[in-house]
């Protein structure tokens, strides 16, 4: 279970921090946001995101995550929010997300799937999106300009 946070998660002990991203592009007047197959079950569609490796700031760590998940070069744009990746074994990742428009995009180099969305598709229920997902995505959108705005 994946909880969302508002609050900044410094661990004092050794859980492995994650990065993910939301990353959104104009298409049509319209704002989409990508989403990538998760690697335990492709029919379930996630934010892009991965462990921090040693030496690596979360914002690298998410850039290098979302091309590799996607095949999508970011920028970055600043931070959208935190919150406790909770996995199935009870382990506690705190995961830092930031909010990116993409530079470049080729195949995803691990052959993932890989779909641009408007919020719109999901509350429909044209993606297996888990509820956090949403959550982000929500919390994106109302942080983005008044015309980048998804309709």
Known sequence: ???LQNNIITPPDKRRRRAAVVVYRI????????????????NQF???GGHIHPGETPQQAAQRECYEE????IDVQSHLSQYNHIKRRGNVKPTRVYLATPISITPSPEGRDTHWVRI???LQ???NTPTYVLDLLKRANNRLPKPA???
């Open 1 to 3: 279970m994946t909880t």
């Open 27 to 42: 298409r049509k007047g319209r704002t989409e946001f990508l989403l990538v197959s998760r690697n335990s079950d492709r």
């Open 125 to 127: 229920g044209n993606r």
């Open 46 to 48: 996630v934010l892009p």
């Open 120 to 122: 719109k598709d999901i």
């Open 70 to 73: 996607s095949g999508v070069h």
């Open 149 to 151: 705005r998804a309709a």
